[in-house]
């Protein structure tokens, strides 16, 4: 999910999760929280 305010700023947040599919145990996982700023000059 983004959000562009102009043609030089956006910003935005990306929630990802990678496992194994439970194929294999044990099957912790990673869970990730990105945030993304971007300034374009």
Do not use: E, M, T, W
């Not at 562009?4 to 496992?19: A, I």
């Not at 145990?25 to 374009?40: E, M, Q, S």
């Amino acid at each position: 999910v983004g959000y562009v305010f102009s043609n030089k700023l956006d910003l935005g947040v990306r929630l990802q999760h990678y496992s194994n599919g439970g194929i294999k145990h044990p099957n912790g996982g990673v869970n990730l929280a990105l945030v993304r700023a971007a300034y374009h000059f």
